[in-house]
């Protein structure tokens, strides 16, 4: 495996893929095989199990990507979340994580951590000090998520890891929104990376997986529950998923540019009220965002329409209405219709989510482009 000092452009082509090349090529073969020789004894392979080539050569990537020792690649970003909360916590223990979460993630802690026993707090991420005082003697770990969904809220990674660490508590970190080429958690003192691969890892809007990356150490307890709760990922999408991770960098990069841009924009445009993305000075966060996230501030921005964003959203032509997010064409929600519809009024407008507010997820496109399609819908 590539490790470390070498640049993410070289890491997202050779990390993980070479340990498997085969007859002179020089892509990763399929390797759909349920069943594997144990003639010679040692770790029996199987899909299940996790260690199958395809899963392996992925896995080492994001890996080598975010900086971690090691890491699994599960089904989805849910199946990655889920089975590494349940592999680190048990019945009479308490966790703390930020409020401002995925709507999947908030969703089921709500529905799961109590039947099971596990109580946590929800804390305001704006302040690292909330996570401090939410810690009990029975706390076993802090978890974040940022840039936030939907608007952009940045959280101190540095300051938050070093509450855990004064406290022994285990750090979990959701980097799904800064891809690991804009944020590497684990370099700011982070325990565990996890990421909904099915946004920009995955990058096309055509597949679903999830990763867990971390120590040696954590990669094998998350493992032996992982084996039990079986999300694990089938060999054709891991094999996707590589092919996909080829181009992360250059993706990221353009969608990091595209958002950037049409953000500038949007500030000029008075028929645009606010304008949510950590890359621009006046964001509240710019100064933590520029030093946490050394590589971009994402593809992820959002606005407000001061008149009828739902008939703006309807006039776009180039941009597509399209829930998920991380793919190489430019989508576009309302979250308080979608991500964030079970919400009521006050408790959306307490976070920012007004009827105007619209959600963009840059794509690869031409910038010009995208801002002409914002321009004439907005006409
Ligand atoms: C989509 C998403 C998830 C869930 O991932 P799935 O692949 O849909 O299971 C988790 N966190 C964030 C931030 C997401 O955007």
């Not at 190489?328 to 009024?345: D, G, M, N, Q, W």
Request: proline share 4%; with cysteine.
């Amino acid at each position: 495996m590539i490790h470390g000092k070498t640049s993410k452009l070289t890491q997202s082509i050779h990390a993980g893929s070479h340990e498997y090349l085969a007859h002179g090529g020089v892509v990763t073969p399929i390797f759909p095989s349920s069943a594997y020789d144990n003639e010679g004894g040692g770790p029996l392979q199987y899909p299940r199990y996790f260690n199958i080539p395809n899963q392996r050569a992925v896995a080492g990537k994001v890996a080598a990507l975010e900086n971690a020792e090691a890491g699994v690649v599960f089904s989805s970003g849910m199946a990655a979340i889920l089975t590494t909360l349940f592999s680190l916590l048990k019945s009479g223990d308490h966790a703390v994580f930020q409020r401002d979460l995925y709507g999947g993630t908030h969703h089921a802690l709500a529905q799961e951590m109590p039947r099971f026993g596990i109580a946590y707090t929800l804390v305001d991420g704006a302040d690292p000090a909330n996570f401090e005082k939410a810690i009990r003697p029975e706390t076993r770990l802090l978890y974040i998520e940022t840039p936030s969904n939907p608007t952009l809220k940045i959280t101190d990674i540095r300051a938050v890891a070093a509450i855990a660490r004064r406290h022994g508590l285990l750090t979990l970190i959701d980097n799904t929104f800064a891809s690991p080429v804009n944020q590497n958690p684990i370099d700011l003192g982070i325990d565990i990376v996890l990421h909904s691969g099915t946004k920009y890892i995955g990058g096309h809007s055509d597949l679903c997986c999830g990763f867990a990356v971390t120590t040696q150490d954590l990669t094998q307890r998350i493992l032996a529950s992982a084996v039990n709760y079986g999300g694990s990922l089938d060999a054709h999408t891991a094999w996707l998923v590589e092919r996909s991770l080829k181009t992360i960098v250059l993706r990221v990069r353009q969608q990091n540019e595209n958002a950037l841009a049409i953000a500038r924009y949007l500030k000029t445009d008075d028929r645009i009220g606010r304008v949510y993305y950590p890359g621009l000075e006046d964001h509240p966060d710019h100064a933590i965002a520029k030093a946490q996230m050394p590589g971009g501030f994402g593809g992820m921005l959002s606005f407000e329409v001061k008149r009828d964003a739902q008939a703006f959203m309807s006039k776009l032509a180039l941009i597509q209405r399209a829930a998920s997010l991380g793919g190489i064409e430019s989508t576009i929600i309302s979250p308080a219709r979608t991500s964030h519809v079970k919400l009521s009024a006050d408790e959306r407008k307490a976070i920012g989510v007004t009827d105007g507010l619209v959600r963009l997820s840059t794509g690869i496109e031409e910038a010009g482009d995208l801002i002409d399609d914002i321009k004439q819908a907005l006409a």
